[in-house]
Nanobody, 125 residues
């Protein structure tokens, strides 16, 4: 089993920045792709970003390209999401996910095996 714990959420003004972290514990050697998703009230969970096991491959949803950066530190079993130029529409609960299938990157929520409990990000306009 793998446990994921997100941190770094909070309240920020539009145009500001936040850095989310997701620490993995347990059988971390079984983890391949990891990703960030978000869910706003009344909306479905949506893909934000994904990173490969060695951190060399990253993908983003179009709405965050150029503003968000996903990174990975395997020595710390942690991934990060640096969020800059935040907008009110970025307000959501952000979830971290981990995949054990061996895929390099994964954009589909249903394919992830492990999930964190989420951290709230609120952007005020």
């Amino acid at each position: 089993q793998v446990q994921l714990v997100e941190s770094g959420g909070g309240l920020v003004q539009a145009g500001g920045s936040l850095r989310l972290a997701c620490a993995a514990s347990g059988r971390t050697g079984s983890i391949y792709a990891m990703g960030w998703f978000r869910q706003a009230p009344g909306s479905e969970r949506e893909f934000v970003a994904t990173v490969s096991r060695n951190g060399g491959i990253t993908q983003y949803t179009d709405s965050v390209k150029g503003r968000f950066t996903i990174s990975r530190d395997n020595a710390k079993n942690t991934i990060y999401l640096q969020m800059n130029s935040l907008k009110s529409e970025d307000t959501a609960v952000y979830y971290c996910a981990a995949d054990r299938s061996g895929s390099s990157v994964v954009r589909t929520a249903q394919r992830y095996d492990y999930w964190g409990r989420g951290t709230q990000v609120t952007v005020s306009s």
